[in-house]
Each structure stands twice: as C-alpha cells, then as structure tokens.
C-alpha cells in the first residue's frame, strides 16, 4: 500500500500541472489565432 500512495502522491499533482501546462498553451496558441484574423478583418475594411 505504501507504494500506491506515494504514487499517488507524486502523479496526481504532476498530472494537473501538465494540464495546466498544455491548457495554458492552448490558450497562447488560440489567442495568436484570433489576433492573426482580427489583423485579416481590418485590412480587408480598409480596402474596400
């Protein structure tokens, strides 16, 4: 039983630190995304 809660121990906060991890990347990915379209938007209202 001592080996399963110190597995326990250790994999469940470094499960939710790497997803945190991915999630705030995610977050940075899609944001980059949004400010590449909103830059799109405005130079297609400018030329027409």
Known sequence: MNSITKLTIISFPT???ISATLL???LIHNEKK???RKLE???QL???
């Open 41 to 43: 938007l405005e130079e």
């Open 24 to 26: 705030g990347l995610k």
């Open 34 to 36: 949004i400010q590449n």
């Open 15 to 17: 499960l939710i630190g």
């Open 46 to 48: 400018k030329s027409s």
